[in-house]
């Protein structure tokens, strides 16, 4: 067993003794991915991560401490799926595209934003998508501080958006339902006007509260 106050890049890819090593950390990251993808967060065991890879619970204590290092490796895996296109120098829209990658990267695994949320970390491949907006915001007068946290600030961001559509998704009939009824009454007119809205494409309307949140973020 390894020091598990290190971060797992920083330690070796399986334990030194024992046997030659028979997967790869990227294979048991990918098995996590696929049983979180399928069942959950409350799916993501080692012993189902095991059954994944058609092997023992106890073979993955040579590659990986436990859950919690499970759980950073999936969400370092996810960050590489984003593209960072070249920053084009308009630092609002570049963070928008950015943004709309992270969000669609959510939508593929519904587990995501919760962690995003509750257990940031920094990966090789979330240093690479922290790398990219420190690019983009390379001309902005704010200190390496300030980056940060508009890195982190548009990350929660993104991942509320997601969960919120989720829930959304999750209930459509419960949501709208009352209302429906409210609307009918006739006397809340922007209700009335809220339906209509939502009843049009979305993407426009997020794309332009991103942008406003963004624009704020910048200033």
């Avoid at 980056?147 to 958006?161: H, R």
């Avoid at 006739?186 to 993407?203: C, K, S, Y």
Wanted: aromatic share 4%; hydrophobic share 45%.
């Amino acid at each position: 067993m390894t020091d598990d106050t290190e971060p797992i890049w920083l330690r070796a890819e399986r334990a030194a003794t024992g046997r030659p090593a028979e997967r790869s950390r990227a294979e048991i990251t990918a098995a996590a991915i696929a049983v979180a993808d399928r069942g959950g967060l409350e799916a993501v065991s080692m012993r189902n991560v095991a059954d994944e890879l058609g092997t023992g619970a106890a073979s993955l204590y040579r590659y990986v401490n436990g859950r919690d290092d499970l759980l950073d490796l999936m969400v370092d895996a996810t960050a590489a799926e984003p593209r960072l296109e070249p920053p084009t120098g308009d630092q609002v829209a570049d963070l928008t595209a950015f943004a709309e990658e992270l969000r669609a990267t959510m939508v593929r695994h519904p587990w995501l934003p919760e962690l995003v949320l509750t257990r940031p970390s920094l990966g090789p491949n979330a240093v690479a998508a922290l790398d990219h907006v420190l690019d983009v915001l390379a001309d902005h007068p704010g200190d390496g501080r300030a980056k940060l946290e508009i890195f982190a600030l548009l990350n929660a961001v993104v991942a509320t958006f997601a969960l919120n559509e989720r829930a959304a998704a999750d209930r459509p009939e419960q949501a709208v339902a009352y209302l429906r009824h409210v609307a009918a009454t006739g006397r809340r007119p922007r209700i009335t006007a809220l339906l209509e809205d939502l009843a049009a494409p979305d993407d426009r309307h997020r794309g332009d509260a991103l942008t406003a949140i963004l624009s704020g973020l910048l200033r």
